[in-house]
């Protein structure tokens, strides 16, 4: 169970980045006290994560009562994470009531957070240096494909960020239709977007075969999953995951903007995966920036890995 102390701590450490955002990792168990439990805010209703341990269950009355002491609350929601099994279905309501969904905003976009029949709010907040990358970018992004993309928030920040036009590609319906959501709120032309419902290695020779190009290629994937025809697995099918990624960048040059959160992989073993993948398609690499989770609200965390890269001809 997290002390009142660690809880004030890991609060007030947060608080410079309000100014940017309505939804933060107020805390990290993992590495600010107890592996147990993370705990994010979405404009003052909070989510909850509990992960089974050796531990006893976390006392969920008394970390409400905490909670309370310390913040404005309006709801908080708990999702219970067993070790070795799939997450629940979906959230249980401990305390107040949740709203079905809340808009929040963080840095220039809004998003559409969810708390009823879904395992997680919608908003992976360890990505948030990213999508600040995408909304400035150094160079123009040109045409972007965001591919795994969940609810398409490095969508959002690619079209905040002035990009020409954007295809979002995800196996999941429910998920391309959140994403289609995001971009409603955010006012984007819709003649600028692209959303795709289907597998990326299915999808991507068939836009290559229509001559399409990207001047930017996001791939995010999970460690694991499973379509109607192949599985996915970031041990065994990264190459060909960058051989298929590659081969649609512009030869002229393009961003390769990869990340991934998986224990089996170190940040090193991430790059030389790209690396090799450049070489095999006689490309040259430039590093652009190494990419980590939120210092801030994630801090001593080294989950994340991933790259931005510039690839040539």
């Known amino acids: 169970m ?7 701590t890991a609060i007030e450490k947060r608080a410079p980045l309000l100014n940017d955002t309505e939804a933060l990792r107020i805390f990290h168990g993992e590495t600010e006290g107890d592996p147990r439990i993370s705990i994010e805010s979405f404009a003052g209703h909070l989510w909850v994560y509990e992960w089974e341990t050796a531990q006893p269950r976390v006392d969920q009355g008394l970390l409400v009562q905490e909670l309370r002491s310390l913040m404005e609350v309006k709801s908080i929601s708990w999702n219970y994470r067993p070790r070795g099994g799939k997450a629940h279905d979906e959230a249980v309501a401990i305390d107040g009531t949740p709203p079905a969904s809340v808009i929040v905003r963080e840095l220039s ?26 909304e400035n970018p150094p160079m123009k992004l040109g045409r972007v494909i965001n591919t795994f993309s969940y609810t398409g928030s490095l969508s959002m920040a690619a079209m905040q960020g002035g990009a020409e036009f954007v295809t979002t590609l995800d196996l999941s319906r429910p998920t391309i239709d959140w994403a289609r959501k995001n971009a409603e709120l955010n006012g984007f032309p819709a003649e600028k977007m692209n959303f795709i419902f289907g597998d990326y290695f299915e999808w991507l020779p ?13 791939v995010d994937p999970p460690s694991f999953s499973r ?28 961003y390769l903007i990869a990340s991934v959160n998986s224990e089996f992989l170190t940040p090193e073993q991430f790059l030389r995966s790209i690396r090799e993948a450049a070489a095999r398609a006689k490309r040259s690499l430039q590093i652009v920036q190494e990419l980590v989770a939120d210092p801030v609200q994630f801090p001593n965390s080294n989950h994340l890995k991933g790259w931005i890269v510039r690839l040539r001809a």
Not at 2 to 8: E, N, R
Not at 207 to 218: A, Y
């Open 206 to 218: 068939r836009l290559k075969k229509r001559g399409e190009l990207f001047q930017t290629f996001i």
């Open 109 to 134: 976009s809004k998003y559409d957070i969810r708390f009823q029949q879904v395992r997680h709010a919608g908003l992976f907040l360890d990505h948030l240096p990213l999508r600040r990358w995408l």
């Open 227 to 254: 379509g109607d025809k192949k599985t996915f697995s970031t041990k065994t099918d990264l190459p060909a995951l960058f051989d298929a990624a590659i081969e649609m960048l512009d030869p002229k040059g393009a």
């Open 2 to 8: 997290p002390t009142l102390p660690q809880l004030k």
